[in-house]
């Protein structure tokens, strides 16, 4: 076996665990030995070697900051990088394939970015050596090529360093570009389109309204589309993206991985980390999926065609290797027709309007059921998060009505943080929603941290069971999948769905991730219109109604897998894409 002694150093509070518990405590210091002791910075240190694995220190620690692991050596020869003493530790890589575009999907923390970082050249893998000093390059490269020897992944390195290879990479943190990047999003698309594709890569990315635009007064969503465009105006013959969907809306990622996809040729590879797995499974020809532990360890399974590979994914078993790496399979179960007429209604608006700058809103009528799952879908910009806080009475409408004032939770698209502990922020869920919200979401390890202190994904699933923890008759909650992996995305759905139908209450849930939506909603509300300039609000819908009318817009067709029933999109002008469309079933229910 090899044993991991992992600290989460953010979590490590010596202070208050009255003076380093965990070394009071260990059976192997009480002998005389220096197995836990302080470190430089004022955290515990574990010395891997005489860790007997007796698992007391993990169990007594009350920040659970201490994971002690045991892993069969089969699955864990040499490592490819570790970032230093009890922390993370990458134990294998992917390998481009050319004429494929191949994908990456695992939970956050498992070493994905850590991964496609050491084949962009971005990292240079210390093999577990972290106090080494770094090679020379001619010396790196000796050694990289003698650790992969055997493998694919020695041919991709001795290309690179003979120089056949030129790599492209979109790193993962786009926000990070105007820091590094000064000028207009013109000048910068200009020095690195080495095709001479400009002005085709804008009009598919839609830049080209913000091209004369600064760098640093772009969006989020715009600056993601940049730095997609510019990676795919290199002339390379790897391109790699690390999570290139994040801030954007569904039409933008289908523009996003049709292009994506047109880069690959025999000649060429495209490395994709996606957590939108509709997106992933549309995009890729192979995945692999990176298991182990968060914050702990990453493995890479061997490459599988992308729907087995999804498939296995959702099952949490990958055969092949006989390992195991969920306790429970992710199943997507056919749920017949909402019988509305049953429902008594909750509210309804009638010919709401609402301007706001250059921007207008119409919904002109519909309602909310007792007990109705709403998804809503619609582009960015297009009035979706406007009409959700009018339903919040956080703004209020220009023209119409809005049938009665409802208890209302809502939970904004954009969330603040503050110096509120967790524990404080979600009183009312630890005390009554223990089972149904903390521990489902993962939440308790935060329980004494700031809620400032959270990274995204932490943020979001407090913000949701903020949300939920309150008593209304309607949720409103405004893309609760952002910054959650693909994992989380589908913990979340169903952790939202069984609370609130436990409540007997309604949800209105905005979000980008149709896997998501699907999975969440009996009825959906689309937003039609031109981004920036005006939205019509329609629906809801029956489920298959819904996403008919979306789809179509999108030009695109979904059907269920055989294995799992997770919806899927079609091959372009496919037999069953043609025949869907023929008979205006865009949807499979």
């Known amino acids: 076996m090899t044993r991991?002694?992992?600290?989460?150093?953010?979590?490590?509070?010596?202070?208050?665990?009255?003076?380093?518990?965990?070394?009071?405590?260990?059976?192997?210091?009480?002998?005389g030995k220096d197995c836990i002791i302080p470190s430089p910075n004022h955290k515990a240190l574990i010395v891997e070697k005489l860790c007997t694995g007796c698992g007391i220190c993990p169990n007594i620690c009350p920040f659970d900051a201490i994971r002690i692991i045991n892993l069969p050596e089969e699955l864990t020869k040499q490592p490819v990088h570790r970032y230093g003493e009890n922390e993370f530790v990458l134990y294998s890589i992917p390998t481009p394939l050319f004429g494929n575009v191949t994908g990456i999907v695992g939970v956050n923390g498992i070493g994905k970015s850590t991964a496609v970082k050491v084949l962009a050249g971005v990292l240079h893998p210390n093999f577990g050596d972290f106090k080494a000093e770094l090679p020379d390059e001619k010396e790196y490269y000796n050694r990289i090529i003698r650790y992969f020897k055997g493998t694919q992944a020695q041919g991709f390195f001795e290309n690179v360093r003979?120089?056949?290879?030129?790599?492209?990479?979109?790193?993962?943190?786009v926000e990070l570009i105007p820091r590094?990047?000064?000028?207009?999003?013109?000048?910068?698309?200009k020095n690195v389109d080495e095709k001479g594709l400009?002005?085709?890569?804008?009009?598919?990315?839609?830049?080209?309204?913000?091209?004369?635009?600064d760098i640093s007064e772009v969006s989020g969503g715009e600056l993601q589309r940049v730095a997609i465009a510019a990676t795919v105006l290199k002339g390379a013959s790897i391109y790699i993206f690390d999570e290139p969907t994040s801030y954007l809306d569904i039409k933008q990622r289908i523009n996003a991985s049709r292009l994506i996809k047109s880069l690959v040729n025999e000649k060429s590879s495209v490395l994709a980390i996606e957590h939108d797995l509709?997106?992933?499974?549309?995009?890729?020809?192979?995945?692999?999926?990176?298991?182990?532990?968060e914050a702990c360890y990453g493995i890479v399974s061997a490459v599988k065609p992308t729907r087995n590979g999804v498939n296995s994914y959702l099952s949490g078993y990958l055969r092949e290797e006989n390992v195991r790496f969920r306790e429970s399979t992710i199943k997507f179960n056919e749920r017949p027709p909402v019988k509305l007429h049953l429902k008594e209604q909750l509210v309804s608006w009638d010919n709401i309007e609402k301007k706001l700058g250059k921007f207008s809103l119409k919904a002109s009528s519909g309602e909310i059921k007792k007990g109705d799952m709403i998804g809503v879908l619609g582009e960015n910009g297009i009035g979706k998060t406007t009409f959700v806080k009018i339903l919040a009475n956080v703004i209020k409408q220009d023209k119409g009505d809005i049938s009665k004032k409802i208890k209302v939770s809502y939970k904004p698209?954009?969330?603040?943080?503050?110096?509120r502990t967790v524990g404080e922020a979600l009183k009312t869920a630890f005390e009554k929603y223990e089972n149904q919200l903390i521990n489902p979401l993962f939440i308790r390890p935060w329980a004494l941290k700031k809620v400032s202190e959270l990274s995204?994904?932490?943020?979001?699933?407090?913000?949701?069971?903020?949300?939920?923890?309150?008593?209304?008759?309607?949720?409103?909650?405004?893309?609760?999948?952002?910054?959650?992996?693909?994992?989380?995305?589908?913990?979340?759905?169903?952790?939202?769905?069984?609370?609130?139908?436990?409540?007997?209450?309604?949800?209105?849930?905005?979000?980008?991730?149709?896997?998501?939506?699907?999975?969440?909603?009996?009825?959906?509300?689309?937003?039609?219109?031109?981004?920036?300039?005006?939205?019509?609000?329609?629906?809801?819908?029956?489920?298959?109604?819904?996403?008919?009318?979306?789809?179509?817009?999108?030009g695109i067709t979904l059907r269920r897998d055989k294995?799992?029933?997770?919806?899927?999109?079609?091959?372009?002008?496919?037999?069953?894409?043609?025949?869907?469309?023929?008979s205006g079933k865009y949807y499979y229910v």
């Open 198 to 213: 400009l002005d085709s890569v804008s009009d598919e990315l839609q830049l080209s309204q913000i091209l004369d635009n």
């Open 162 to 173: 003979k120089g056949k290879v030129k790599i492209a990479y979109k790193p993962q943190q």
């Open 278 to 293: 509709v997106i992933l499974d549309h995009m890729t020809d192979m995945v692999h999926i990176m298991y182990g532990r």
């Open 4 to 31: 991991l002694a992992i600290v989460i150093k953010e979590r490590c509070n010596p202070i208050g665990c009255g003076n380093y518990l965990c070394a009071r405590m260990c059976p192997v210091n009480r002998e």
């Open 413 to 419: 698209q954009y969330i603040e943080s503050s110096d």
């Open 563 to 582: 294995e799992s029933n997770r919806p899927r999109i079609n091959k372009p002008d496919s037999r069953l894409d043609r025949e869907q469309k023929e």
């Open 180 to 189: 590094n990047a000064k000028g207009k999003v013109m000048d910068l698309l």
């Open 456 to 554: 995204g994904g932490e943020l979001q699933r407090v913000a949701i069971a903020e949300c939920l923890q309150k008593e209304a008759d309607l949720y409103l909650l405004d893309e609760p999948s952002a910054y959650l992996d693909s994992e989380q995305r589908l913990v979340a759905s169903k952790v939202i769905r069984d609370f609130i139908d436990h409540k007997g209450a309604s949800a209105l849930i905005v979000d980008h991730d149709l896997l998501f939506i699907d999975y969440i909603s009996d009825r959906l509300m689309i937003f039609t219109g031109k981004p920036a300039i005006n939205g019509n609000v329609e629906g809801p819908f029956a489920m298959e109604e819904g996403m008919n009318k979306f789809l179509k817009e999108l």
